[in-house]
């Protein structure tokens, strides 16, 4: 595992973690109970989030040669 590739996936974190701020807040705006802001951010990052996950520990696992 480089440390490269262990700093790549830490930045994709956190650019992950701020733009999923954004995309709350972006329900949050106009939105008129909690139902209207939580179901449809988790149907939208969560797919994300599953594929973040995933990429990550494809990246990060160590490698048998």
Known sequence: ????????????SAVLIFGSELVFQAFDRNSNSASDTIRPFI???????????????????KRRD
């Open 43 to 61: 149907i939208t990052m969560g797919p994300v989030w599953v594929l973040a996950v995933w990429s990550a520990q494809v990246l990060l696992k």
């Open 1 to 12: 595992m480089k440390i490269g590739t262990v700093l790549g996936v830490a930045a994709a």
